[in-house]
């Protein structure tokens, strides 16, 4: 299972440790990743996702899953939130 959000695209960073004798070592900065399920209003039902702690704030501040998924772009999410989004879209067509 690869450290990407599925939402935002925020992947693992590289840098460096940094001793008190300013010796560098690599390392890795992974992203906060969380197992969740987020409500879709227009689906009526949950969509299990695995995401970065900030895409889960934005997903709030946004207004929601579907709010999100129509701003987002779709270079930047997985094929399964890419999935979602274009099913949230074709029941929103089929509702107006």
Known sequence: MSRVCELTGKGPMTGNNVSHANNKTKRRFLPN???????SETLGRGVKLRISA??????????????????????????????????IAKAQTAQA
């Open 54 to 87: 900030h895409a889960l704030r934005s997903v709030d501040h946004r207004g929601g899953l579907d709010a999100f998924l129509a701003k987002a772009k779709d270079a930047d999410l997985s094929a399964n939130a890419l999935k979602v989004k274009k099913e």
């Open 33 to 39: 990743l969380n197992d969740v399920t987020l409500q």
